[in-house]
């Protein structure tokens, strides 16, 4: 049985629900809110990985405001500066996922240290985290800032083992994005994959989440691991 203890989150869509844009995204986009939200997470995902591979980083912010760009440049939609500037600040103020507040305070109680590794600045993911409530939650707040690159690149899943001084074999990563599952995996975590949406395919990349959950209070529930501070 695996001995956890310490649980490291992804930020974007495993604890907040980066949908929650797409109410702002209505704006621009009537009746295209969601597609365009959609759109606009999965270009932010690949101009990071793009900046990653050409070793160029930037922020996670400018490579959200660079998505946002092409993505209403494709859909074309009429959004001025201002419009896009509005859209990027609704991506400091996401909402958590329903289940998640009262599983972090219940995984506190339960004396589990537990951080954020997020491809976010330390200034998006403070935002976002404040902005719910949620800060003292969590011992350490990682943003991929310190080594310059993004997920899944083996430096920034590092940098939880660093923080937490804890081998990787004793800090569950936690990821409903099923590529950073299988990167943290790559790593040496064991991991779980918050399959939110009930996917009927996990990374078809020769490994597998060490669990499969639908939200983060399936946590607490798991007989695969010991939780111990
Ligand atoms: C993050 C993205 C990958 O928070 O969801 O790092």
């Known amino acids: 049985m695996l001995d956890i203890k310490a649980i490291v989150f992804d930020l974007y869509g495993t604890l907040f629900d980066v949908h929650s844009v797409a109410t702002a995204c209505e704006?621009?986009?009537p009746g295209r809110g969601m597609e365009l939200s959609q759109l606009w997470r999965q270009k932010q995902l690949e101009y990071t990985w793009l900046r990653s591979m050409m070793g160029q980083y930037l922020s996670f912010e400018q490579a959200t405001a660079d998505a946002l760009d092409y993505c209403v440049a494709r859909l074309g939609l009429p959004a001025d500066a201002g419009q896009r500037a509005t859209l990027c600040d609704a991506y400091l103020a996401l909402q958590p996922h329903a289940e998640v507040p009262a599983a972090l305070q219940e995984l506190n109680r339960r004396g589990i240290p537990l951080g954020i590794l997020s491809n976010?600045?330390?200034r998006?993911?403070?935002a976002v985290v404040g902005n719910a409530g949620l800060a003292e939650r969590f011992r350490h707040l990682l943003s991929v800032e310190p080594v310059q690159v993004?997920?899944?690149d083996p430096r920034v899943y590092a940098l939880g083992e660093d923080a937490f001084g804890l081998g990787r074999q004793h800090i569950l990563f936690v990821s409903s994005n099923a590529w950073d599952a299988t990167g943290a995996g790559?790593?040496?975590y064991p991991?779980?994959?918050v399959n939110r949406n009930?996917?009927?395919t996990f990374e078809c990349m020769g490994s597998r989440p060490t669990l499969e959950v639908r939200g983060i209070d399936a946590i607490l529930a798991?007989?695969?691991w010991r939780l111990a501070a």
């Open 186 to 188: 790559h790593f040496g």
């Open 120 to 122: 976010g600045s330390v």
């Open 191 to 193: 991991t779980c994959w």
């Open 124 to 126: 998006s993911i403070a």
């Open 222 to 224: 798991s007989d695969a």
């Open 150 to 152: 993004f997920k899944p």
């Open 27 to 29: 704006a621009v986009a």
């Open 198 to 200: 009930g996917a009927n």
